[in-house]
């Protein structure tokens, strides 16, 4: 546990998966979290209840980032929130993913709509967050395994591509203001956004068995990735992609060779 006592720190995507996850740890490391949602009012009042009755603090804040005007309506409300106070760590973690929309089957609107929420989203809010943002502070984009992966899921995995090219180029960037900007890449982690871990029998036993330490990842796995970034022990450490997959796809676990 590090303590992010006095912080601020906005999670976008914070309501569900591995969103609520990291707001309900850096919450419960001190920090007063802004819980971004885009849709599910629901879910961000659940979390914000979650980390409030945990004895943390935490307020709701929405915006839908396929609107080009999403980043800007985000951060006004969030500097509203704020009310003079500066932020100091920014995840920025909200994301879709069509499965539809593989390189035989995507269609215009599903190309834009996921380069929309996954990599022009979180350009814009950083662009406009920086002014927000304390000298010293943290950025961490969540990015995810298909990027060195295959899959068939090709839009997808160009969006994460474009944020893991994006975190490198920011860090040295932003270095001159000390603040440190790091990309977790998750693998297969049971969420909504991963709902086919349940729709057959095989789904889970087959991704334990590529996986190093044998069974899927969960959503407080990355969060707790994430909280060392924005802590001061994550101090040193910037422009970096730290895959956080419980060892997935390293190789055979047998040989028969
Ligand atoms: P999830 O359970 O589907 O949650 C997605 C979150 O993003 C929700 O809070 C949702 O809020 C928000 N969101 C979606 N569309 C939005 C929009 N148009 N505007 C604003 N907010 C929007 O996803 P997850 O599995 O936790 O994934 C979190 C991150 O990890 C993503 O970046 C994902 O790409 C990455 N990742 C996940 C996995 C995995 O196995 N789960 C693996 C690798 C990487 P609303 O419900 O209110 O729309």
Redesign the pocket.
Known sequence: MTDLSGRTALV?????????AIAERLAADGAQVAV??????A??KDTVAAIEQAGGKAFAV?????DPA?PDQLITALEDRLGGQPLDILVN?????VYEATIAEATLEQFERQFA??VR?PFFIIQRALPLLRDGGRIVN?????TWFATPQTV?SMT?GALNALGRSLANTLGARGITVNTV??????????SWLHESDDAVPGIAAITALDRV?R?PD?ADAVAFFASDDGRWVTGQTLEVNGGLFLGPKTQSW
């Open positions: 976008t995507g914070g309501s569900r998966g591995i969103g609520r971004h949602y885009g849709s599910n009012e879910a961000a929405r915006a839908d980032l396929a999403g973690n909200a994301a879709i993913i929420i996954n989203a969540i990015s995810s395994g298909v997808y994460k890449s998750p693998g297969v982690t049971d969420t909504e956004m991963n990842g959503a990355i």
